[in-house]
């Protein structure tokens, strides 16, 4: 837990100072501090690549890192901010924005050097990654989002939920819910067919030698269920509530795709690309709340039939 609260920390730094704009300079100068840190991080891996071990390709995982930490520092340029917010819903001025663009170029990238430079699964059974980890990081989400859109700093608790697009879901609403996840499966299956057309493949819903299963050592019924709805409140509360409404459908699809890094090959990242654009449509005809609810269905699905051995 001690390993997220800095970057709650410096979120809720960034939306104080969005209200009290004579103080802005400070979530600059910790948000530099934080982008330098990444960058040294990745110089230390390249220098000491030869004495780390756990990662296949500690120079790799370094270069990641540190171009990681270079992009994030073009973000600190309006001109850069400029051009983006030409493409999606951010104000080249505001320091809130542009924290929330690093902070979603640190995650993919460094997600995506961890995953290109080691094994994820290997390296999670070396950590000791288990259910409670995972139900962590959820809850790391739900407080990101909460603290991203200006809970305790800008906003009360009602105002930030209806920022995140969470209102009371409707019986029509439940209704809807239930068709977009028969339509997330019709897609993920319409996909895996293709895959084992082409030898990609053994099954169509990419069940066997799932990698989250397997980091997992397997899943209980009772565990599934658990592990969907931590999915499905966290992940929708961050993608779908707090960062759709500014990055838009695609490149927030793209980000969600991108972290999920135990699935790096193509066929798994374009399903869950594609399942992620059709929950950001759901977000936008009937709120996050009922996102959630298809999201746990989803994986509560897919969990349960890993479970009972189906």
């Known amino acids: 837990m001690l390993a997220f609260v800095p970057g709650l920390l410096l979120l809720a730094l960034a939306n104080y100072t969005e ?76 320091w809130l924005h542009a924290t929330a663009l690093i902070f979603a170029v640190l995650l993919v990238g460094m997600s995506l050097s961890t995953a290109l430079a080691t094994d994820i699964v290997e390296l999670s059974k070396a950590t000791g990654i288990d259910s409670a980890s995972v139900i962590l990081q959820d809850v790391f989400f739900v407080f990101a989002a909460l603290l991203g859109v200006g809970w305790l700093t800008r906003k009360r608790l009602r105002e930030a939920l209806v920022r995140l697009g969470l209102v009371r879901p409707k019986l029509r609403d439940i209704g809807l819910s239930l068709a977009f996840l028969l339509m997330l499966l019709l897609v993920v299956i319409a996909i ?47 993608f779908r509530g707090a960062m759709q409404p500014r990055f838009g459908i695609i490149l927030t699809s793209l980000i969600f795709a991108s972290i999920h890094t135990q699935y790096l090959n193509l066929i798994s990242m374009l399903s869950l690309f594609f399942v992620s654009l059709c929950l950001g449509y759901e977000r936008k005809l009937a709120g996050t709340a009922v996102c959630i609810i298809t999201h746990a269905c989803y994986n509560g699905l897919l969990f349960t039939i890993v479970a009972l051995g189906v």
């Open 19 to 94: 209200k009290r704009k004579e103080l802005g300079i400070l979530t600059q100068v910790f948000l530099a501090l934080c982008v330098m840190l990444v960058i040294l991080e990745g110089a230390m891996s390249v220098a000491m690549a030869d004495s780390l071990t756990g990662i296949k390709s500690p120079k790799a995982y370094g270069y990641g890192i540190m171009i990681t930490g270079v992009l994030s520092l073009l973000l600190f340029l309006e001109p850069v901010r400029g051009v983006l917010a030409r493409i999606i819903s951010i104000d080249r001025k505001n």
């Open 192 to 238: 895996g067919e293709i895959a084992i057309l082409f030898g990609l493949a053994s099954d169509s819903l990419g069940l066997e030698d799932d990698p989250t299963i397997e980091m997992l050592g397997g899943v209980t019924l009772l565990a599934g269920i658990v592990l969907a709805v931590g999915a499905g409140v966290g992940e929708e509360l961050v």
